[in-house]
């Protein structure tokens, strides 16, 4: 088979695959949630304004593809909880900006080092050259998946 010829199946197989890795690693992740008031939901509020930096309720929304009124509920928790920040927009006076606070963060990387470390576990069990093999065929797929997102 060459460049560019995949069958269906084939690719039906891989997003299998690659959806239970990531369910795997994401409940593992989530366990470090139990030591924590937060729900999952609240937990991905966290993500997206660890991730992609400051937000306005509507971007959150829009982000997580919730209602208004589940997001504020979230984030009145999270307010709560002094994992997130809210103040006043500079741009305009009558919306806010939610920010994650450093406990926020803290909790992030706390769950991000628990999914390294299982990670790293379960890659023990796998030969070096095919670690590397591995993480030059996920590089390749995201730069095409990133160059393709562009042009759609």
């Known amino acids: ?8 199946e084939d690719a039906a197989i ?14 593992e992740g989530r ?7 937060i729900t ?7 993500q997206v304004l660890f991730f992609n930096g400051e937000k306005r309720m509507s971007d959150i929304s829009r982000w997580l593809g919730i209602t208004k009124s589940t997001t504020t509920g979230l984030v009145k928790r999270l307010i709560d909880a002094d ?16 920010d994650i606070s450093a ?3 803290t ?3 706390k769950v991000i080092d ?12 796998i030969k070096s050259d095919q670690v590397k093999e591995l993480e030059v065929i996920v590089k390749n797929l995201l730069e095409i998946m990133d160059s393709k997102k562009t042009k759609d």
């Open 107 to 109: 909790l992030i990387e």
């Open 83 to 98: 994992l997130v920040e809210r103040r006043r927009s500079d741009k305009d006076r009558r919306s806010y900006i939610i």
């Open 1 to 8: 088979m060459s460049v560019g010829e995949v069958k269906k």
């Open 114 to 125: 628990r999914r390294v470390e299982y990670l790293k576990s379960v890659m023990t069990e």
């Open 103 to 105: 406990a926020g963060k």
């Open 31 to 37: 366990k470090v949630l139990r030591d924590f008031p």
């Open 40 to 46: 999952p939901a609240q937990f991905d509020v966290l």
């Open 14 to 27: 891989l997003e299998k695959n690659l959806r239970t890795i990531s369910t795997r690693i994401r409940r």
